[in-house]
């Protein structure tokens, strides 16, 4: 009874397709709606929760039909071959439309406001905002006097942007700026040039409309794929060795995301707001192509179904009939210890989503900082490595006092991003060490508290209800904290404390709860530290 690793390897190729495409879509998608296409922060995460949205009605629907599947292939490998392939063609079809909106912007005067603000050392005066704010109410005035824009969208912009940076200058009683102006007047300003994006988008919208019609047709296709590909490794893996073989497609998982983040950084296109992304489009298109031909080549799915049903007879495995039970037949106290559990995972992915789904916006425009890729690199980095002693930790003191010590780590991270301003960027990069840290403690625990609470049998039950409350927080919290940010306080500067509050909040439910760790503390080997969703 021995894994076999490169067997498994190549099974996770699947894997490793999913997570480079997701990881490469969080970080260039929304930075592509709210800068080129002018979407508010509210609207541009309506179409960032499209994905959890198709996910939530679809993955159950696809892992159905390939269950029930009899193709010559296997049950699992058509759908993955037919979503990867339409997938590809999509996000790399998306690069079209990039580059013709991203050709529009250039030939407007966001390019020379824009400019005009980058890495200029004279922010810091009071003096360079006064006139970048004439130059505005210029550009402005010229158009309402066109009949280009309303006299409502003039009123609009005057009373959110213009009184707004003006208000801050006039309190200002010196020529140098503090460092919460700054963060403001970076914060009005960027609303201020998504605005005009917008006003060119609305001009002629088709293209916008190709493009977010060609992204739901990759959208689609992924969840076509996802619950097959999922569903791959149980099929072909004796269940003794599940958790290693999990281990291996998770680390492959990990992997596709930091190669993503590294794509972005070497291409330059993880810090300016009007680059074209044709390459991060194309570049992941291709390796998408390349690792299913590797996968095709390499993985037999009927062959290694049958060499897993033999292995089973030979070693005398008995598949466990329990009789299921679902969240109504638990014992109350039991209930009340998942109904917790499942209000903690809502609640920390409410928080966390948030600031993932956000970053990329948030990190060079309110900071500053020449790269929003690095922060997230280094917290894969730091993730990956924690694994092995969280895992050590679970075993020593439990799954949920590791979860309350994740839950405290993550909520002082984000709680002090909050403080975090463009004269200390740099503390994001340890801030964001620190919560791969945190984000990993939580993630390794709380799905195995969920299934401890299920029987043999119903395991996937019990795995639908964990899915199902972490999707709808990421459904709802890129819409949530959009509103926050456009209608509540106006700023974007309520993201981290946004995001502390909902993981502070998880810690409450969590600490009431009184089930889901292991009557008895097992070690796990190194491998299997690794055993988590990293999604």
Known sequence: MKLDYKKTFYIGLAFFIITIFWQTYDNIIAKIMIDKF????????IVMALDNVLALFMLPIFGALSDRSNAKKGRRTPFIIVGTVIAAFAFMGLAFMDNIQTVRIEQTEIIDLYDANDDNEDRILESYWAALLVDMEAERSDKLDAELISQANYDKWYENTYEQINDILVENQSSELTVGDLAYLSDYYQTYLSTLAWEETASDPVNFVVFVSVLLIALVAMSVFRSPAVSLMPDVTIKPLRSKANAIINLMGAAAGTTSLILLTVLGLSGKSYVHYTLAFVIVGIVMLIVLGLFLWKVNEPKLVKEKIDLEHKL???????????????????????????????????????????????????????????????ANVTAIIAFIPIGILSTKIGRKKSILIGIVLLTLCFGSASFVNESSGWIMYIIFGLTGIGWATINVNSYPMVVELAKGSNVGKYTGYYYAFSMAAQILTPILSGVFMDYVFKTRLVLFPYAAIFVAASFFTMFFTKHGDPIHLENKSLLESFDVDLD
Do not use: C
């Open 316 to 378: 005398n495995l008995e598949i466990d009939e329990e009789e299921t039970e679902d969240m109504h037949q638990l014992p109350k106290d039991k209930r009340i210890s998942l109904i917790l559990i499942l209000a903690s995972v809502f609640l920390w992915f409410m928080g966390y989503n948030a600031v993932i789904s956000k970053v990329s916006d948030y990190v060079p425009h309110i900071l500053q900082l020449p790269s929003f890729t690095l922060p997230l690199l280094v």
């Open 38 to 45: 002018g979407l508010n922060q509210t609207t541009s995460g």
